[in-house]
């Protein structure tokens, strides 16, 4: 498997949330990834939990969508101020350099945070990191 070399910030897609562009924070200090989600809503279907969830894509615009998906698992996480949050954490495909994968990502309010989505370590599989670079495979021609 051939790794694309990636910026500490890049875009990705996260097609199976209907999501097309998403700006990411590549954060090799971060294990797990998180995804901006507000009005999380807990539900079941199908004998299993599962979330609804609204997320702004990009910061400073109206555009909101509406996202469902099962529940893996929830988990207690500690963010970079130390604060500890018990999250539902999700499986979802995201593309990035041409490459497809699963990751798991955590759902929480990053509506202060300048990037909507962190990919952590356990999701860079196929990705190694520059950490001088931005947006190497691909500038903001996806933002709206």
Known sequence: ??????????????????????KVKVDTGARTSALH????????RDGGD?????????QHSDDVRECEAPVLEYRVVSDSGGHRERRPVIVTEMVMGGQRWPIEVTLT???????????????MKRVMVDPRSSFLLGGNERQP
């Open 37 to 44: 989600a507000f009005s999380v809503e807990h539900f079941q």
């Open 109 to 123: 309010d990053r509506d202060t945070m300048k990037f909507r989505m962190l990919l952590g370590r356990t999701a």
């Open 50 to 58: 599962w979330v609804r969830f609204l997320i702004h894509p990009f």
């Open 1 to 22: 498997m051939k790794k694309s070399v990636v910026g500490w910030r890049e875009w990705a897609s996260l097609p199976q949330l209907g999501i097309q562009a998403i």
